[in-house]
């Protein structure tokens, strides 16, 4: 048994979270660079909680600019065994609507200008993203958002886009239509793969603030009425996830999926031909393994 620390990647218009017993800001360094901003920390019900808001406070980092691995990387340095990504989303789906969430098992990853991997050159590992996220905290937040009363659907496909721009009307038709992508945002790649690179269990909680623009009785999506929708829902985010210390507990048995020994045989490069910069950079993430 270890013991739990939930972390909580707070997206668009999510920038800090209540109740936390003993709540500090942090500063973590981290050798990949800074992360988007200091760490809330505390307790919640005996639990160990963290809370880091992707954009950092003030909204800083665009969906390309968010530095991912220092966050995971960050997140890993403090301690963190499970992570919850809360992000506004776009929605392909009629039965999907703004004000629900969406606890998103699969990704479709569209993003071509970000730092995907904490390994390279002098250490290459793959590892499995075919179940990108952690289905007994994936649950735990069903469970959680059940409770609270939110309309939650239990599975979907969350389509990640470049940005910042919104997609075109052909993009957003592709995505739905040929693709079979339920919902889209623009930050849960890479960090859903970096997350299991350092073997932590990640769930994503997508927000459905609008329809994107294929809708023809919505308008085309715009960030003013996203953050409106946003707003509105904040509340229930909040509510859904100080729902979760008390279904994880406080002890922690080994993930039954496997996303804390995930680097267990992902490791291809032989200890003598490794780059020693580079492992000591991996100190964190994968330091159980090198
Ligand atoms: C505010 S509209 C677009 C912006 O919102 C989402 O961010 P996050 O996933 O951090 O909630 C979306 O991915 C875009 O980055
Ligand atoms: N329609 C959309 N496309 C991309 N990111 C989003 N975030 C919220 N709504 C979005």
């Known amino acids: 048994m270890t013991s739990t620390k939930i972390a909580v990647i707070g ?11 003993g709540a500090e800001w942090v500063s ?28 950092g406070r003030g909204h800083v980092h665009s969906p ?13 340095r403090l301690g963190v065994t499970d992570v919850i ?7 392909f789906r009629e039965e999907m609507a703004p004000g629900d969430f969406v606890v998103v098992d699969q990704f479709i990853d569209r993003t071509f200008a970000r730092e995907k991997s904490f390994f390279g050159t002098g250490c290459v590992a793959h590892v499995s993203v075919a179940h990108p996220t952690c289905p007994r905290l994936s649950q735990a937040c069903i469970t959680a958002a059940t409770d609270t ?7 979907g496909t969350y389509l990640a886009m470049e940005g910042p721009q919104f997609s075109t009307l052909a993009e ?3 995505y739905r239509e040929s693709l079979g992508a339920d919902v889209i945002g623009m930050t849960n790649m ?7 690179e350092a073997e932590l269990c990640y769930a994503s909680v997508a927000m459905i603030t609008d329809y994107d623009s294929w809708h023809p009785d919505h308008g085309e999506v715009d960030v003013t009425k996203i953050i409106e929708t946003l707003m509105g829902n904040a ?6 996830v100080a729902r979760l210390p008390a279904l994880l507990g406080a002890d922690r048995a080994p993930c039954p999926h496997g996303c804390d020994r995930a680097l267990e045989y992902a490791i291809l490069t032989r200890p003598e031909a490794r780059d020693a910069a580079l492992v000591a950079k991996l100190d964190a993430v994968a330091g159980r393994m090198l």
């Not at 973590?28 to 005996?46: H, K, M, N, R, Y």
């Not at 990504?85 to 929605?91: I, K, L, R, T, Y």
Request: proline share 6%; aromatic share 4%; with cysteine.
């Open 11 to 21: 997206g668009s218009g999510i920038y800090d979270i209540d109740g936390l017993d």
């Open 28 to 55: 973590v360094d981290s050798p990949w660079g800074a992360p988007s901003d200091q760490i809330l920390t505390g307790t919640l019900d005996g639990v160990a909680m963290a809370f880091l808001p992707r954009h």
């Open 64 to 76: 390309t600019t968010v530095p991912y691995r220092a966050n995971i990387d960050a997140l890993r």
């Open 85 to 91: 990504s809360v992000s506004a989303c776009g929605s």
């Open 149 to 155: 009363g939110i309309n939650v659907h239990s599975s």
């Open 172 to 174: 957003s038709k592709m």
């Open 190 to 196: 890479p960090e859903a793969k970096l997350a299991r």
């Open 235 to 240: 509340d229930k985010a909040g509510t859904m």
